[in-house]
């Protein structure tokens, strides 16, 4: 069942179609980006997820940002993912990152995600979350 989410999830995004993980999210969602870059840390609540890290993160972009799904492994409320987000920003530089998402699902809801990436391709491809 939680494989299926996030298939669901990833056929959505992988076209940048970001409605299906939006609506998968808890009210009470965390997501917790790891490293000492400026946008490394935990953001608290669906509502701050898209107000403080998405909306400033994809004011970024110049062009659709996707994400392919390579490996998803579920186990209880457990699932991890391994995918590659690919987009240019508006600088032109390419920000095309490989990430490993360690979720938490309860009642078919996102309730946690921990996001280990390339944080050097974050620190040179974006600007930090304030002067996005």
Same mark, same amino acid.
């Given at each position: 069942?939680?494989? #299926? ?9 992988? +076209? ?13 969602? $965390? =997501?917790?980006?790891?490293? @000492? @870059? &400026? =946008?490394?840390?935990? *953001? /608290?609540?669906? %509502? ?6 998405? #909306? &400033?993160?994809?004011? #970024?972009?110049?062009?659709? *940002? ?13 699932? !991890?993912? %391994? $995918? /590659?987000?690919?987009? @240019? @920003? ?8 490989? *990430?490993?998402? +360690? $979720? ?11 996001? *280990?990436?390339?944080?050097?391709? !974050? ?6 979350? #304030?002067?996005?």
């Amino acid at each position: 069942m939680n494989k #299926q989410l996030f298939a669901d999830i990833f056929a959505g995004l992988s +076209v940048g179609d970001g409605r299906r993980f939006i609506d998968s999210l808890a009210e009470d969602f $965390c =997501w917790t980006i790891t490293g @000492t @870059t &400026p =946008w490394s840390g935990t *953001y /608290r609540g669906k %509502e701050a997820v898209r107000t403080t890290l998405l #909306q &400033p993160l994809f004011a #970024q972009f110049g062009d659709r *940002y996707t994400n392919a799904l390579h490996r998803i492994v579920a186990e209880g409320d457990c699932v !991890v993912v %391994e $995918c /590659r987000g690919k987009v @240019t @920003t508006k600088t032109g530089k390419p920000y095309n990152n490989t *990430y490993c998402w +360690v $979720c938490r699902v309860a009642d078919g809801k996102l309730t946690e995600l921990i996001e *280990y990436l390339d944080t050097e391709l !974050v620190t040179t491809a974006l600007l930090p979350p #304030q002067a996005a």
